[in-house]
C-alpha cells in the first residue's frame, strides 16, 4: 500500500478560524487529490494536483484553497472555517500511469 | 460535467449475488472504476475498466459498456465482510482527475 500519511485525524474548530490539513506521500506519485465525505454525497473533489505547484479545482472547491510545493506534500486549507465544512476529508494519490487511487485514513473535521 | 448514478443501499444474504449499477453522463470518457470502503475505513480500489466487457478478479467482477454509458460491480458468493460502501468513478481523464458516485451500500444479512 502507499504510504499516504493524513494529519490531524481528528480536529475541532471554531466558525471563521482557518485550518490547514496535510497529506504526506512517500511514492513519489504525481497526482494527489483532495475529497470531502458527507452522508448521501459519497466523494466530492475539492481539488487536486498533477504535478509540483500544478493544482486545480474540483466539483466543491469555494472556501478551499491547496498548496503543492514539492511531491510529498499537498496541503488543504480552510481560509475561514463554517459548519459546512465539518466532514471526513481524504486524500489520495495516484502514479503517472496508474488508474489506481491510493487513499489516506481521513481527517474528521468539525466546525462549531 | 460529469454525473454517477448508482443505487443507494442493495440488502442480500449470504451466499447470494449482488449486482451494483452504475451509469454515468461524461463529456469524455476514461475508465470507470469501483472502490469499496468499510464503516470507518478509506476507500480501496477494487477494479477498473476502460474497455468494454467483463474483468473477473476472484468473487469481484466488473462490467462495462461504453454504448450505455453504463457499468456494474458483480458480487458473488456474498460474505458477510463484503458488507460495505461501493463506489462507481470515472476518470482519470487527461488531467489526471476522477469524479465518484454516491456510493451504494451494501448489507449483508446471515
Known amino acids: 500500500d502507499a504510504g499516504i500519511t493524513q494529519s490531524p485525524r481528528h480536529k475541532v474548530t471554531e466558525t471563521g478560524t482557518p485550518v490547514t490539513l496535510r497529506c504526506h506521500q512517500t511514492?513519489?506519485?504525481?497526482?494527489m487529490y483532495w475529497y470531502r465525505q458527507d452522508p448521501g454525497h459519497g466523494l466530492r473533489l475539492i481539488h487536486y494536483?498533477?504535478?509540483?505547484?500544478?493544482?486545480d479545482k474540483g466539483e466543491v472547491s469555494d472556501g478551499y484553497s491547496v498548496s503543492r510545493s514539492k511531491t510529498e506534500d499537498f496541503l488543504l486549507t480552510l481560509e475561514s472555517a463554517t459548519s459546512s465544512q465539518t466532514s471526513v476529508y481524504f486524500c489520495?494519490?495516484?502514479?503517472?500511469?496508474?488508474?489506481?487511487?491510493?487513499f489516506g485514513s481521513g481527517t474528521q473535521l468539525s466546525v462549531l | 460535467g460529469q454525473s454517477l448514478e448508482q443505487p443507494s443501499e442493495v440488502t442480500a444474504v449470504e451466499g447470494a449475488i449482488v449486482q451494483i449499477n452504475c451509469t454515468y453522463q461524461?463529456?469524455?470518457?476514461?475508465?470507470l472504476s469501483w472502490y469499496q470502503q468499510h464503516d470507518g475505513g478509506a476507500p480501496t480500489f477494487l477494479s477498473y475498466?476502460?474497455?468494454?466487457g467483463l474483468e473477473e478478479t476472484g468473487r469481484f467482477s466488473s462490467f462495462l459498456s461504453r454504448s450505455d454509458s453504463y457499468g456494474y460491480l458483480l458480487l458473488q458468493e456474498l460474505q458477510m465482510k463484503d458488507s460495505a460502501s461501493y463506489f462507481c468513478?470515472?476518470?482519470?481523464?487527461?488531467?489526471?482527475?476522477?469524479?465518484f458516485g454516491a456510493g451504494t451500500q451494501v448489507v449483508v444479512t446471515p
Open positions: 489520495a494519490t495516484r502514479g503517472k500511469v496508474d488508474e489506481k487511487l491510493f
Open positions: 511514492e513519489n506519485h504525481r497526482y
Open positions: 494536483s498533477y504535478g509540483v505547484k500544478d493544482t
Open positions: 461524461t463529456s469524455g470518457f476514461y475508465g
Open positions: 475498466n476502460a474497455l468494454d
Open positions: 468513478a470515472v476518470g482519470p481523464d487527461s488531467w489526471g482527475k476522477l469524479q
